[in-house]
Structures are given as structure tokens and as C-alpha cells.
């Protein structure tokens, strides 16, 4: 899928491509990321790896995002993270994980099976509660995700189309 983030050295529109990563090209923390995707796809039944990488440099992966069918019907997002260098004042692109989460969302709409389908779940984890609370908040402000149930949160309808919308239809 043909996606456009934005450099933050420029704040212009670079042309980005979300696809399925094989295993073996996956981020892994030995590349500095949070994640070992390489390890986790392996681990998750039912589940395709994305990453998101600029047509320029298509052998850096800018984000990756795991995408599950839970049991074969529920559509999850299980990881998600972006590159080491598009982290914090130093970072390199914006909207990246923008992108990867509206692509998870329009996945729903592909895979999801019957009250499943247009709901994106994701699981909010992290080991110091102020971590997983500010997590939680961002991807409520910016991602329009929802808290379902203790750390668990949803994208859903409207919300999704929205994130379509802005980052994955934007001109």
C-alpha cells in the first residue's frame, strides 16, 4: 500500500510503501528497536508482520506493526513500534505510526469476521503503570482508540474511517 509521511527536516511529503516484512528482514532489538518482531511473528498464530519503509530507502524499515487474526476472527494489533530514528525531537519522519495503524484498521475490514469486522483491538503493556497510562492517552488523543476493557483499548467505525482517512487516503 502506497502511504506519504513527512520528513521533519523538510515537513514535506515522502512517498512510503506499507507491505508485508519477512522474518528474517524484520527489527529486532539487536537494531536497537524495543521488539524482537524477527521472534514474535514466529510465536503468533495467524498473524503477517508490516513494515513501512520510503521508496527511496526501501531496505530501512521506518515502523513495524504485527497484525493477528485472534482464533482466526478477531482482528488485534500485537506490536507496533517505530524506528529507533523517528523517535522523539530527533526523529526523522513523521506519521509513520499513523499509517501503520490505519492500515491495521482497514485490515479489519478485509479480515474481520462478522461482529469483528471494522474493530481493531491492541493490547496497551508496559512494566510502569505512568508508561502504560501515558501510552493508553496518546493513542486515545491522536489514534481515536477507545479503552475496552483494563489495558486493552479498540479502534472501531467511525474512528477507523477517520484514520483512513487522514493517513492513508490523504492527498
Known amino acids: 500500500m502506497d502511504v506519504k509521511i513527512i520528513s521533519v527536516a523538510t515537513n514535506g511529503e515522502v512517498k512510503a510503501i506499507i507491505k508485508p516484512g519477512k522474518a528474517v528482514d524484520l527489527p529486532s532489538m539487536h537494531d536497537n528497536w524495543r521488539f524482537n518482531f524477527d521472534k514474535q511473528i514466529k510465536k503468533l498464530a495467524n498473524a503477517t508482520a508490516y513494515v513501512l519503509v520510503t521508496e527511496a530507502t526501501p531496505d530501512i524499515v521506518e515502523g513495524c506493526m504485527i497484525f493477528q487474526m485472534v482464533d482466526n476472527i478477531r482482528p488485534n494489533m500485537a ?4 524506528a529507533p530514528h523517528n523517535k522523539a525531537d530527533e526523529r526523522k519522519y513523521d506519521r509513520v505510526a499513523g499509517c501503520l ?5 482497514q485490515r479489519t475490514l478485509i479480515e474481520g469476521k462478522g461482529d469483528y469486522n ?3 483491538f491492541l493490547d496497551v503493556l ?4 505512568e508508561d502504560q497510562q ?9 489514534y481515536n482508540a477507545k479503552i ?4 486493552r483499548m479498540v479502534i472501531a467505525d467511525d474512528d477507523g474511517h477517520e484514520l483512513i482517512k487522514k493517513y492513508l487516503e490523504a492527498k
Open 79 to 82: 506490536f507496533i513500534e517505530i
Open 101 to 105: 495503524i490505519a492500515y491495521a484498521f
Open 118 to 120: 471494522g474493530i481493531l
Open 126 to 129: 508496559e512494566k510502569r503503570k
Open 134 to 142: 501515558k501510552l493508553m492517552n496518546l493513542y486515545a488523543r491522536k
Open 148 to 151: 475496552y476493557r483494563g489495558t
